[in-house]
């Protein structure tokens, strides 16, 4: 029986190791969430502001949320501290009697001869690396006369770099440390190999939804001609994440949303935010035309600097002498659609600036709402489309008072209805008919 | 040989009447013997005896089914030819067209349109390099395919209309308007049924997991609108009279308007 429990003991502290310390409480501060984590989702979701203790929660005690066994204890520890408790509760109790051996000292044999091997592999990665990076050096230097010209030049340095970060990328790869921290959401966006990691895992599933998204509603034809995107953005209205294309109410979509846009690419840019509504009924016209929403230029992105509040951009703090220049060039417009109306769509883009160039926001603010078209907005200001999200809006009992206050009031008694459609002459019924 | 086989029942024939004519229990025992004779003496032809059977089935699926009627499939609209939603512009078994701009399928593979336009026979190389489309445009100078990557052409096909901001109904009121109650002739009560009081009336699960008043709420409905009746008296025979009076006079008048488109009624010919 003791021999069982202490072949059972290290196999507890390697899972503890695994989950030892993921940040527990990282959508509060917004600077990394835990994101691509593959581990229990509820942990994401029920992410809550701690309330202020009443003195009843204090003799609670400490609890931790990696030791927590059982449900009273996980429900006070989200209640008094907002805290998920991390992992399984079968892994937090067996973590109560096991020693903590860290990861890499772990007692089987296989285990460590395969770490040896990766190793070998690792160092041998990083020779290259050396080797590719020294050349790359006395590539820069060379003449262009020597290596073929200055296009040829170029190619060459272009295909190196290419094959420099590749290495770096398959030197940490099999790295089980490495792969550990990206899933408990502690990996650091700065590395190569953490934005590889997160760019992988996006592109596996998020992603694929909303290129479906796109092309179902038909995003790509209507409002830009082609789409590539490259950023994961994540829209929220409050506390509320819109799925790419789900239909928001519209006393949820009055205030403005906020805004998750994850690079995958080293350096900081900057972005200029547009929502555009593509469904905007002309009924003298007989169709459709596009409303712009909101527009917000200037905002810097980075790996690591991925949150857009939308609504404390131009946010001054009262005792500051001399403002910081605006971002919003127009303020947002709560999404409003006519009674009978079909549904609008509604494409939030998030498009990188030229060389992370400074727009005027003055000078971009004079764009018209109505008749807004992205395409050429895009071509005068010099922009490239990184990201996309999109959501729909429809009347709603509640799109009503919001167009009153939206100051669309004379709109709100307006309804479409289907017009009738003559039949053609042949099938006209007569007399003899009826 | 043959002759005789062939002639022995023309010969027998009379015999065979005679017997016929005379009582059974007449028959006697030698002239039994000699018909018996006479019947055995009868061997049937071997030619007649052989039958052809059937090397080929007539009925059923070995035959193949002929050609029935046909199906009436094909175009009918041709290309350029103005349609409105829901004509059928092709009709077809499988898919040798698919439906293009503003068309769909149906359910036996037709291609309908789904706006008004005019009707285009194409292909779009960039959607599917072996299909065949049918579209339709809205003007009739366009062609389709559409330039890849430009926005839509879309129609609205929508009235803006102006509402009055009235309260809506109820669900379930039930507007009852021009009511007839009371007899037929002397008091003809009109009453307008007010709107019933939904407040009022409890609405009650009944079998069938129904909510429906009860049929005594529903029996007082004349009561609370206030309708006056007179009271029926037993062996009042001078209104019931008046009554069937009225009555007959009012079916008569009912006939008479029914058959006014028709002919002229017999009765009033006679007048």
């Given amino acids: 029986m003791a021999s069982v429990k202490s072949s059972i003991r290290p196999f507890n502290s390697c899972i503890r190791c695994i989950r030892q310390a993921a940040n527990t409480n990282s959508l509060l501060n917004g600077s990394s969430i835990r994101l691509f984590s593959s581990s229990t989702a509820t942990r994401e979701e029920a992410q809550v502001q701690p309330p202020a203790q009443p003195n ?13 066994d059982n449900k009273r204890d996980e429900r006070r520890l989200l209640r008094r501290d907002g805290i998920q408790p991390i992992g399984s509760r079968r892994r937090r109790a067996a973590l109560q009697t096991s020693a903590l051996i860290p990861f890499d000292q772990l007692p089987y044999q296989c285990f460590q001869e395969a770490r040896k091997i990766l190793f070998e592999d690792r160092q041998e990665k990083l020779k290259q690396i050396q080797k590719q990076k020294s050349r790359l050096q006395n590539l820069v230097t060379q003449d262009p006369a020597v290596s073929g010209g200055v296009k040829a030049k170029e190619a060459r340095i272009r295909s190196m770099r290419n094959h420099l970060n590749e290495l770096i990328i398959l030197a940490d790869i099999n790295d089980p440390m490495v792969k550990k921290k990206f899933e408990d959401g502690e990996g650091d966006m700065n590395k190569s190999i953490y934005r590889y990691l997160a760019d992988r895992k996006w592109r596996q599933y998020k992603r694929l939804i909303l290129e479906q998204r796109i092309k179902q509603l038909n995003i790509v034809p209507d409002i830009l001609p082609a789409l590539d995107p490259i950023a994961d953005v994540d ?13 928001v109410d519209s006393c949820i979509s009055e205030s403005i949303p906020r805004l998750k846009v994850q690079t995958f690419e080293p350096g900081e840019k900057l972005v200029t935010v547009v929502v555009v509504d593509a469904d905007v009924p ?26 857009i509040a939308l609504n404390s951009l131009d946010h001054q703090p009262k005792d500051v002498k001399e403002p910081t220049p605006f971002h919003i060039s127009s303020p947002w417009l709560p999404p409003w659609a006519h009674k009978g109306a079909p549904y609008h769509r509604l494409a ?7 060389d992370a160039r400074v727009l005027d926001v003055t000078q971009v603010g004079k764009t018209k709402r109505m ?32 167009m009153q206050r939206a100051g669309f009031g004379d709109q709100v008694n307006i309804e479409f209805k289907r017009k009738r459609i003559e039949p053609l002459p042949y099938k006209r019924r007569t007399e003899r008919m009826r | 040989m043959l002759d005789a086989t062939m002639l022995l029942p023309r010969i027998f024939a009379p015999l065979r009447m005679v017997i016929r004519l005379s009582s059974a229990s007449l028959v006697s025992s030698v002239r039994v013997d000699i018909l018996r004779a006479a019947n055995g003496s009868f061997i049937p032809s071997p030619t007649l005896a052989f039958v052809r059977h059937a090397s080929h089935q007539t009925q ?38 698919f439906p293009g701009e503003n068309c769909a399928m149906g359910r036996d593979h037709c291609i309908y349109a789904t706006r008004s336009g005019y009707v285009r026979y194409y292909r779009d190389p960039l959607k599917h390099p072996m299909r065949q489309y049918i579209g339709v445009v809205f003007e009739k100078h366009e062609t389709l395919p559409y330039p890849p990557n430009a926005a839509r052409r879309r129609r609205l096909g929508m009235l803006a209309v102006r509402t009055q901001s009235e309260p809506e109904t109820l669900e379930g009121q039930l507007v009852v308007g021009d009511f007839q109650g009371g007899d037929g002739m002397e008091n003809n009560t009109d009453i307008t049924a007010l709107p019933r009081d939904r407040t009022s009336s ?6 069938g997991y129904t909510f429906r008043e009860t049929n005594w709420d529903i029996g007082r ?51």
């Fill in chain 1, 371 to 402: 008749d807004f078209i992205l395409r050429s907005f895009i071509d005068k200001n010099k922009l490239k489309p990184i990201g996309v999200t999109l959501f729909r809006t429809r009347w709603d009992e509640h799109m009503a008072a919001v």
């Fill in chain 1, 235 to 247: 829209l929220a209205f409050g506390r509320r994440k819109i799925a790419p294309g789900e239909f």
């Fill in chain 1, 348 to 354: 939030v883009f998030v498009l990188e600036q030229l």
């Fill in chain 2, 221 to 271: 409905a004349a009561e609370r609108a206030n309708v006056q009746t007179k009271m029926f008296i037993p062996g009042d025979r001078w209104t019931a009279w008046r009554k069937s009076k009225a009555r007959k006079e009012a079916n008569a008048e009912k006939k008479r308007l029914r058959g006014a488109g028709k002919k002229p009624i017999k009765s009033k010919r006679k007048r």
């Fill in chain 2, 60 to 97: 059923g699926r070995a035959n193949g089914a002929k050609q029935g009627p046909g199906k009436r499939l094909g175009a009918k609209k041709s290309g350029g030819e103005y349609v409105i939603p829901g004509n059928i512009i092709f009709r077809q078994r499988g898919t040798a067209w």
């Fill in chain 1, 282 to 307: 002309v009924p003298e016209k007989d169709g459709f035309t596009y409303r712009c929403h909101f527009i917000a230029n200037n905002i810097p992105i980075s790996a690591t600097q991925t949150s």
């Fill in chain 1, 56 to 68: 009843s929660m204090e003799k609670w005690g400490p609890l931790d949320p990696n030791l927590v």
């Fill in chain 2, 202 to 207: 409890k609405l009650v699960m009944s079998r």
